[in-house]
């Protein structure tokens, strides 16, 4: 089975990168404020087209002060599916989900992101040796890939999943074909972004703060020993990296690799 | 508006519900549950056992005394569950409709179509873990006939509104008083609880006896320039938002001071930053928009702390009836915060109004 390789990027002067991929993945899950305005869509929309590249587009968790964005933002790409080349939307939100099924975009296949798919990703799992053979297996496991979700999966046609590379390794359940995303798993994340706001005055994390876009000017690596590995804060979302792939990626359905390096920059 | 208080014995259940609470919620991690996976896998987001209890017999007399008050019990099945654990899962929800519990707390979604198709007289209700952040969000829950949503911890009173104003056919709560998590419970898939995985009884000892209850306190004591600076790194917390981190900072430009930014980032992940918020302030919008229950979290605190938790939002949903104007409100609220709780407010606050 050929393993196709995707890019992920999210800023629109990395668009050439993905000239040297088979698949661009474009956009953002974590953050609503980083949307890519109408104009900018569309103009990453005509690039995929006229290079004829397949194209995912990642749409992210959202509160209803942002879904009148994404609803025009999938329009638009609505109106293009006919010419977009295989082209999927990776959704991380049910009411996200909900409304990209009544719109029943033509020839579009919709993947479950990684806010669904809920692995546990805490990067101590795989160091810790009081667990069960049953408890590690439920860490390798993740609940939307069960028999029981099978008839949402059904319900809403998704048709694939989109998962980490954690360090604990994968076991699947069902055979949904599935991507990797490597090098960087996310952890945790919060509407309480860290840093918006936070280089310029001292501030109570849960005070709600207009966004800056601080997550742009700002690398920031944290280090705690007991955590196995540095984690790394983007904005609103921690993340570690792990570079190591699984052996087993058929065995896993995993047919897909995403190279996440460029989100982080 | 009712109150939802958290329990973890049959001896809080007389007194939360004296106190004034009409709902209560517990979890249950069962021998069988236990023996197999350990505590860090819960079938609830508790993962200690002081926050849980352990036999079905106890959930029945819990279920039959607080009916006989007049209190519903609503059981917190909101992990994520595998097919490895179907039977064990099916064990819980069997014995629990057995108990008569009065709702399913949930969040996965295989589970929501479980409980669905088993048409139970139980109803369902989303967790926080369900990520209700949008109306269609709301209205994809109304579609599986929900009966009920918490809202997660970050939406906002204003954003509450619109979402309630769309839907017809579910209640909704929201958290009131203590846990705050910076991170979304939803999203957020670090591991708690090792500790106790690890040290077993000891850490037990300590959560039962109300170590960390003690510490709170002494925090909450300080002056919040001083706690603010405070984590534990070497004691016995192991939950990765209240560790002590080195922060690395690397600006893009280097004119870009971070002094500032470090400092932030410091109190975002200090004890402080995540413990015992209070969302008081806003019960009378709450009550203006229509929302159902507030919510009171905390199931492994002391019965004297969940019952003055009880006492003090109850104090203040009777205080709507007097129709204070805003600022009397806010003195009100404050003057009761002293009473019960021996300090002025904190100002730790769930929902912070914008400045």
């Given at each position: 089975m050929k393993i196709e390789k995707a890019v992920f990027i999210n800023k629109i002067d990395d668009l050439p990168i993905s000239l040297a991929y088979d698949r661009v993945y474009y956009g953002h899950e974590f953050c609503e404020y980083l949307l890519p305005s109408e104009n900018e869509f569309k103009h990453i929309l005509d690039f995929v087209i006229a290079n004829n590249l397949p194209f995912t587009f990642v749409t992210p968790t959202i509160s209803n002060d942002k879904i009148n964005l994404l609803d025009k933002l999938t329009d638009t790409a609505a109106e293009k599916a006919a010419v977009l080349n295989k082209f999927e939307i990776v959704v991380n939100d049910f009411g996200v989900l909900r409304l990209i099924s009544q719109k029943n975009i033509q020839s579009t296949v919709i993947a479950a992101g990684r806010l669904m798919t809920k692995q546990k990703r805490d990067p101590r799992i795989k160091y810790i040796s009081a667990l069960s053979e049953s408890a590690k297996n439920y860490y390798m496991s993740f609940s939307l890939d069960s028999e029981a979700s099978s008839d949402f999966i059904k319900d809403f046609n998704i048709q694939r999943f989109e998962l980490d590379n954690v360090a604990q390794g994968i076991i699947r359940q069902s055979k949904t074909p599935a991507s990797l995303y490597t090098p960087f798993c996310y952890i945790s994340t919060t509407k309480l972004c860290y840093l918006a706001q936070a280089d310029k005055k001292e501030r109570y994390l849960r005070q709600k703060c207009g966004c800056f876009m601080e997550c742009q000017n700002y690398d920031v690596y944290m280090k705690n020993d007991k955590m196995k590995t540095d984690l790394y804060l983007k904005g609103n979302t921690i993340f570690y990296r792990n570079d190591v792939l699984p052996q087993n990626l058929q065995n896993t359905y995993i047919d897909r690799i995403v190279i996440t390096e460029n989100i982080l920059k | 508006m009712k109150i939802l208080a958290p329990i973890n014995s049959i001896s809080d259940v007389e007194p939360v519900i004296k106190a004034g609470a009409t709902e209560l919620f517990c979890g249950i991690i069962p021998k069988t549950w236990n023996d197999k996976y350990g505590s860090t896998v819960s079938p609830n987001r508790r993962e200690w056992a002081s926050a849980n209890i352990t036999a079905y017999e106890q959930l029945n007399d819990i279920v039959e005394l607080a009916h006989k008050l007049n209190g519903q019990i609503f059981l917190t099945l909101n992990a994520l569950y595998v097919d490895e654990q179907k039977d064990l899962l099916d064990d819980i929800i069997k014995n629990a409709v057995k108990c008569k519990v009065d709702a399913f707390i949930v969040a996965d979604i295989g589970l929501i179509y479980k409980l669905k198709s088993m048409n139970l007289k139980q109803e369902i209700h989303i967790s926080t873990g369900g990520t209700t952040f949008n109306s269609h969000t709301a209205k994809f829950y109304e579609n599986l006939d929900i009966q009920r949503i918490t809202f997660p911890r970050h939406v906002q009173p204003e954003q509450m509104k619109a979402i309630v104003s769309e839907t017809k056919n579910i209640k909704y709560e929201v958290f009131i008083l203590n846990s705050g998590c910076k991170n979304v419970d939803g999203y957020c898939t670090f591991l708690h609880g090792m500790k106790e995985q690890k040290n077993g009884y000891i850490w037990k000892f300590l959560k039962k006896a109300n170590f960390d209850r003690l510490v709170l306190r002494i925090l909450h004591s300080l002056p919040q320039d001083i706690s603010n600076k405070i984590n534990f790194s070497c004691s016995g917390v192991d939950s990765p938002c209240l560790m002590k981190y080195d922060f690395n900072i690397l600006p893009k430009n280097n004119t870009i001071k971070t002094d500032i930014l470090s400092k932030n980032l410091k109190s975002f992940f200090s004890l402080m930053s995540g413990v015992d918020p209070c969302g008081a302030c806003r019960i009378k919008e709450f009550n203006d928009i229509g929302i159902h229950s507030l919510k009171i979290v905390g199931r492994n605190y002391s019965k004297n702390k969940k019952v003055k938790d009880v006492l003090f939002i109850g104090d203040i949903i009777k205080k709507?009836?007097?129709?204070?104007n805003d600022d009397d409100f806010k003195r009100y609220i404050k003057k009761q915060y002293k009473y019960y709780y021996g300090l002025n407010c904190q100002k730790l606050c769930y929902y912070p109004y914008e400045n």
């Open positions: - | 709507l009836g007097d129709n204070l």
